[in-house]
């Protein structure tokens, strides 16, 4: 019965292993979707952001990506890739024309083959609507990215798939104790063939032949 048991956990615990690896998967892939979903505002651009649910998304300066041809921008599509965030100011203004509700925020980063970048601001809109970027920078190929909180490690899926892993391998860990333990009892069990000092018999229904019980040598 333990031994089925002890089978069963292994299974189960190969199965939950291999489907939280897959979501892991999943929810990285999913990650690398909202960083590439990013909204990319270069240097010397104004971008209006329509915004429509209540809640927080950040500004990111990104060190490495690509931005696209933004009309009314002299600013081709390209490419960035520099070991240090630029300096940059950044205003954000709402429909009426006021500086919206920022606070400083560093927190937040992400790297991804879609882009890399450390968030400067966080915004809480508390009414939807559209929202104007405004990015000034003394370096000409600095590029500002708006959006939610894109950190990889606060993602849903791959928080459940990571606690599934934890799960899977601990069920395979204490089916491998199982395992051990019931090989060592079937070891400590095996018979141990001794005689009795009194009728010189064997307390063992079976025992090697003794050398005296020996037929003799022709």
Known sequence: MRARAN???WLVGIGVTVAAFVSVGRGVEQNQNMVADLVRVPAGCATTVDVTETGTFFLYVERKGR???IDGCDKGAR???SDLAPRVEVAV?????SGGTTYDDDTVSYSTPEGVGESILRVEVTQPGPFVIEVRSNDP?????VGPDVAVERNRMVLIAVVGVLVGL???AIALVGTVRRRRHNV????VISYNSATGAPTSTWAPP?????????
């Not at 203004?93 to 024309?97: A, D, F, K």
């Not at 190929?141 to 990215?145: D, F, K, L």
Request: zero cysteines; aromatic letters at 2%; glycine letters at 6%.
């Open 79 to 81: 490419t960035y890739d």
């Open 210 to 218: 003794r050398p005296q019980d020996r037929a003799p040598d022709r």
């Open 141 to 145: 190929s600095a590029v500002v990215t």
């Open 170 to 172: 601990t069920m395979m």
């Open 188 to 191: 400590g069990a095996a018979a």
């Open 7 to 9: 089978a069963l956990l």
């Open 93 to 97: 203004l709402n429909r009426s024309g």
């Open 67 to 69: 931005v696209e041809a």
